[in-house]
T-cell receptor
Framework: KQEVTQIPAALSVPEGENLVLNCSFT??????LQWFRQDPGKGLTSLLL?????REQTSGRLNASLDKSSGRSTLYIAASQPGDSATYLC??????????????FGTGTQLKVEL | DAGVIQSPRHEVTEMGQEVTLRCKPI?????LFWYRQTMMRGLELLIY????????DSGMPEDRFSAKMPNASFSTLKIQPSEPRDSAVYFC??????????????FGPGTRLTVL
């Protein structure tokens, strides 16, 4: 059974700092990996999606990397802003699992960016 | 598009009562998912549909839970009878497969269920 772990569980940083969120998964036979953002009282918003054949994806100040063989992904946030404060979740879908339908989520990292 | 719509946003009920959660997916999306989020277990997939047909319900916790999708624009998740341990936030999400590519799941705002 796939298990997804995120470290740290919570993180507080001053505005402007670069930071890295970590995600590890136990079964490397994945179809893709996604990073989501969840704001309090709201649903999830997809940030980046990395196919199993890719190494990284970038969107603005966000960069996600994937090392499938070691079962790890990182989300790098450059020049953090208070608006980045949210919970960040990574999720993986298995090969042969309906092409990205059966997502297994990590427990999330709660990020707070302070002024 | 208004995104995925869920109702009600909050539901408080007493143990033993029937609860029905509703979801309207994004128009044109052919996959629909129901998730449950709790502090203890995180976010878990309960069931998903493709073209209104249930594909995988292995995440449904027990027979008290049932889900239907009578048409492409509406789905329900029903709990009967409800128990305090069912208290959680229930999310609906939808997705479409793009020609030659893939697309992510789009989540609704969730229904916060409290069973007393």
């Amino acid at each position: 059974k796939q298990e997804v772990t995120q470290i740290p569980a919570a993180l507080s940083v001053p505005e402007g700092e670069n930071l890295v969120l970590n995600c590890s998964f136990t079964d490397s036979a994945i179809y893709n990996l996604q990073w989501f953002r969840q704001d309090p009282g709201k649903g999830l918003t997809s940030l980046l999606l990395i196919q199993s054949s890719q190494r990284e994806q970038t969107s603005g100040r966000l960069n996600a990397s994937l090392d499938k063989s070691s079962g790890r992904s990182t989300l790098y946030i450059a020049a953090s802003q208070p608006g980045d404060s949210a919970t960040y979740l990574c999720a993986v879908s298995p090969q042969g699992g309906g092409g990205g339908n059966k997502l297994t989520f990590g427990t999330g990292t709660q990020l707070k960016v302070e002024l | 598009d208004a995104g995925v719509i869920q109702s009600p946003r909050h539901e408080v009920t007493e143990m033993g009562q029937e609860v029905t959660l509703r979801c309207k997916p994004i128009s044109g999306h052919d996959y629909l998912f129901w998730y449950r989020q709790t502090m203890m277990r995180g976010l878990e997939l309960l069931i998903y549909f493709n073209n209104n047909v249930p594909i995988d319900d292995s995440g449904m916790p027990e027979d008290r839970f049932s889900a239907k999708m009578p048409n492409a624009s509406f789905s329900t998740l029903k709990i009967q009878p409800s128990e305090p341990r069912d208290s959680a936030v229930y999310f609906c999400a939808s997705r479409r497969i793009l020609a030659g590519g893939i697309d992510t799941q789009y989540f609704g705002p969730g229904t916060r269920l409290t069973v007393l």
